[in-house]
């Protein structure tokens, strides 16, 4: 039976904006590059986040000294005289209610206040976060889902792939910067999963984009489909234009985001 549209519309949740203060309590080594902190707080015991795609604001304050900011009609006030910290996304990884507990993963990419900060970090530190303000859902009706991106989309892809139903068809196009980098997940997903590596030979001998290499060849699935993008912002919008103009995917059936930059 085809589906209608109404079956297939993405819904968006908005949630109060809260500040919390939320202390590290455990750190493990995912891969080389990247760490899960678990944090603890009694602020999470209201925390909500419906959709593997949510973020939260990290601040990291330039002397280190965490500060909280007042939730005001206007966003987030911080003191008066008190410089605004500087503030990074990520994406809540795991959430368990019963614990107050949030992990969240972090690419260690090299020089940056939230990159350095996790290289650093010790059980007892605290950091502020925020949000997530919402939340978008793409509704499992879709017959497929395809999900493209690299490390800084794989705590979005992983978490995906350990809530989704059972039998769900999910493809997966990750990009990392070896095989060192591979995450393995539990899923009851049906997942096809292809890794490409950052500095695969043929790629760096042809100045080709293994990432968008490997869209490009990929067989497409039957059926209704739903694209999921994350990662850096030329490549995501290289690979928006090469879905809507040589696929002909619908901007309803993709979402696209830029999660960093790349500077020269
Ligand atoms: C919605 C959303 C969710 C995100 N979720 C996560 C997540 O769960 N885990 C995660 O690790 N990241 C995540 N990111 C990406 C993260 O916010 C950025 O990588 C951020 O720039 C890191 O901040 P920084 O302070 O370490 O570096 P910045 O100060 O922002 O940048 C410093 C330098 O590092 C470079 N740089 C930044 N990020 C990268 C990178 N990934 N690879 C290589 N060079 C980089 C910049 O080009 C710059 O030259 C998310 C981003 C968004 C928008």
Known sequence: MSKTPTDLSVIRLRHP?????????????????????TFYSADLADFVSASFDDHIKLFFPADGQPIMPEASADGLRFPDGVERPVARDYTPRRYRQNENE???????????????????????????????RGSFIIPDTYDWQMMIGDETALPAITRRLEEAPEGKHIYVIALVHDASE?????????????WVYRHASDAVKLHTDPLLTAVTEIKWP????YIWGAGESAQMRELQRHLSEDRG??????????YWKQHA
Request: charged fraction near 20%; proline fraction near 4%; aromatic fraction near 2%.
């Open 17 to 37: 904006l809260k500040a919390r203060r939320l202390q590290v309590r455990n750190i493990v080594t995912v891969t080389p590059k990247m760490l899960s902190v």
């Open 102 to 132: 949030l992990d969240i993963d972090f690419l260690l990419h090299g020089d940056g206040p939230a990159s350095n900060w996790v290289s650093q970090a010790q059980a007892g530190d605290v950091l502020i976060a925020a949000g997530p």
């Open 182 to 194: 591979r995450q393995i997940v539990k899923t009851h997903a049906n997942v096809h999963i292809q």
């Open 222 to 225: 039957s059926g209704q489909g």
């Open 249 to 258: 995917v619908d901007t309803s059936r993709m979402r696209i985001s830029n």
